[in-house]
């Protein structure tokens, strides 16, 4: 089992920025790739990024540029920066970990961001 902690959400103008955080503990060691996802009401979640243990990232089209993902292993620690903030970010935001085939997710983090 593989439990996932969010922090950092929250409510931000246009153009500017937040950092989510997400923390792992159980199995952490079985973990290859985390990510983050996101959620509108009445859509299907989404990928937005990700990245594997040994640090290759992918990203959704249209946050190339201003989304960054990382991790930090020692810590067990994936964060995705969010910079230049737009009204169609906002969504729910869920961290996703992948654990010998399963999927993994967190409780989700509200960000909003006004026009």
């Known amino acids: 089992q593989v439990q996932l902690v969010e922090s950092g959400g929250g409510l931000v103008q246009a153009g500017g920025s937040l950092r989510l955080s997400c923390a792992a503990s159980?199995?952490?060691?079985?973990?290859?790739?985390m990510g983050w996802y996101r959620q509108d009401p009445g859509k299907q979640r989404v990928l937005v990024a990700a990245i594997t243990r040994g640090g290759n990232t992918n990203y959704t089209d249209s946050v190339k540029g201003r989304f960054t993902i990382s991790r930090d292993n020692a810590k067990n620690t994936v964060y995705l920066q969010m910079n230049s903030l737009k009204p169609e970010d906002t969504a729910v935001y869920y961290c996703?970990?992948?654990?010998?085939?399963?999927?993994?997710w967190g409780q989700g983090t509200q960000v909003t961001v006004s026009s």
């Open positions: 996703n970990a992948q654990s010998e085939g399963w999927p993994y």
């Open positions: 159980g199995r952490v060691y079985s973990i290859n790739r």
